[in-house]
Nanobody, 111 residues
Framework: VQLVESGGGLVQSGGSLRLSCAAS????????MRWYRQAPGKVRELVAT????????NYADSVKGRFTISRDNAKNTVYLQMNSLKPEDTAVYYC?????WGNGTLVTVSS
């Protein structure tokens, strides 16, 4: 099983980024996928979830209305579109499925 995140970087407050997570080694199209994040000195928190076919999504209150999770089952990839970014969104963002985790991608939002 492999989950590889990409798309992180440095962005100014109010800006946007799109994260990608390429998955392999398991039945992606049958699996719900999640994005988590961990800010320095804080516990890892669930940001967004999407069901296997993409028909249902859920978001943390802190990102609702600004972030959108989506997936392309033909490409075995899940995305996180992040708009109106705030400095408090600064964290390492991780892709997750069951007990599997990627290595994360760092998002830094400057004020």
């Amino acid at each position: 099983v492999q989950l590889v995140e990409s798309g992180g970087g440095l962005v100014q407050s109010g800006g946007s980024l799109r994260l990608s997570c390429a998955a392999s080694g398991f039945p992606f199209s049958s699996s719900a996928m999640r994005w988590y994040r961990q800010a320095p000195g804080k516990v890892r928190e669930l940001v967004a979830t999407i069901t296997n076919a993409g028909g249902s999504t859920n978001y943390a209150d802190s990102v609702k209305g600004r972030f959108t999770i989506s997936r392309d089952n033909a490409k075995n990839t899940v995305y996180l579109q992040m708009n109106s970014l705030k400095p408090e969104d600064t964290a390492v963002y991780y892709c997750n499925c069951l007990n599997y985790w990627g290595n994360g991608t760092l998002v830094t939002v400057s004020s």
